[in-house]
């Protein structure tokens, strides 16, 4: 029989302190960034998913919540919010790829670099 199988390893930034011997809740949304197969000895395989946190809440035991930041560079940002957006049909619903609208976008942003830049 196959197996599967989830590898776990993480960090997350917290905006308070938390105590020992307290019990919080963790949600956490994952995004798949790896997968490896290996053979097993009876010829079945091995599978394995690396995950890496997206968003992670905090939740002490009055559900009050713990902030941490987000720990995606400002481009998977950017993508999720245009990823988004596209998918509620609120831009460039013309491109029927959101590759196709993305690097759209993108060739709009390198047009207008300098005006940008200059902005900041």
């Given amino acids: 029989m196959d197996s599967y199988a989830l590898k776990v390893t993480w960090k997350v930034e917290l905006s308070q302190e938390l105590k020992i011997d307290t019990n919080y809740r963790i949600a ?13 000895h009876d010829g079945t395989l091995s599978k394995t998913y690396s995950l890496r946190p997206i968003h992670v809440l905090v939740h002490d035991k009055l559900w009050d919540t713990i902030k941490a930041k987000d720990i995606r560079k400002n481009s998977e940002k950017l993508r999720s919010k245009l990823k988004f957006d596209w998918d509620k049909g609120i ?9 196709d609208a993305y690097d759209a976008f993108f060739r709009k942003v390198y047009e207008q670099y300098d005006y940008l830049v200059s902005t900041i």
């Fill in 28 to 40: 956490i949304e994952w995004s798949i960034v790896n997968e490896s197969t290996s053979p097993n």
């Fill in 91 to 99: 831009w460039w619903t013309k491109y029927k790829e959101f590759d």
